[in-house]
């Protein structure tokens, strides 16, 4: 994986004051689920944020509208190993095998000019987003885990991770907010310090699962099973659609 660009590794919101907050699971190519949950809960594009854990892309039949939906001021997401993948395979370092394996063969089935203008804006999603909440409380949002340095598990320290000067540490740092999955693996209940509460995707679980202030809410809306999870921040009322809902 190339090193991401230092200067977007992370973006940080102020309370919405006239309108809420939302965060969604992976979307994985499925945008028609994504607007059934807005319909459920009266979305107010002109007021309400949406913040997505990211991999917008892959394995459903909508993938292409993600630069579409990127474009939505209202719309907020961090970047996921998806995006990730298509970054690497349009700049000649990635796996075109593996990630059209893993749901991306659409990517590669379009003309390269097409490629290389979704890769350029996967690449301005930053690996990190911090929410204020009207109350005080402050919400993190990363795709699949919270970078670490030792045993503590800290926000501000994990965000220096990502931006760190040290070239192996950035690496490292960057690859675990894209990749890891040690601590669902590990059932790791330690909170994150400097955070109310951190959510994440990758990590497909069958319902909304908590460790620690951990959220993981990728509840896997490609698969026959699984459901997109909407949760607005605050109040945590949890919307799932799935396929056979529509």
Excluded at 38 to 58: K, M
């Amino acid at each position: 994986m190339p090193l991401l660009n230092q200067q977007n590794p992370f973006e940080s919101y102020s309370p919405n004051l006239p309108g809420r907050d939302f965060v969604v699971g992976d979307i994985h190519g499925h945008f028609e689920l994504l607007e059934r949950l807005l319909a459920e809960v009266d979305f107010d594009t002109s007021t309400d944020r949406l913040f997505s854990t990211g991999d917008l892309v892959d394995r459903g039949p909508f993938s292409e509208d993600a630069q579409i939906w990127m474009a939505y001021p209202w719309f907020h997401a961090v970047r996921g190993n998806h995006e990730q993948m298509a970054i690497d395979c349009a700049a000649g370092v990635g796996d075109p095998g593996r990630h059209a394996r893993n749901g991306g063969r659409w990517f590669h089935q379009l003309p390269l000019q097409a490629q290389q203008s979704l890769a350029k804006a996967f690449s301005t999603l930053p690996l990190a987003i911090e929410v204020k909440l009207r109350d005080g409380q402050a919400i993190g949002i990363i795709h699949a885990e919270l970078p670490e340095a030792g045993s503590t598990a800290d926000w501000k320290t994990s965000l220096a991770l990502l931006n760190s000067s040290d070239l192996q540490a950035r690496r490292s740092a960057q690859t675990q907010a894209l990749y890891a999955r040690n601590r669902i693996t590990t059932l790791d209940t330690r909170c994150v310090h400097g955070l109310d509460r951190l959510y994440v995707g990758h990590s497909t679980v069958p319902q909304v699962t908590r460790l620690g202030n951990v959220v993981y809410i990728d509840t896997g809306c490609s698969f026959s099973d699984g459901a997109l999870t909407l949760i607005e921040l605050g109040q945590e009322r949890i919307t799932t659609c799935r396929l056979s809902d529509l």
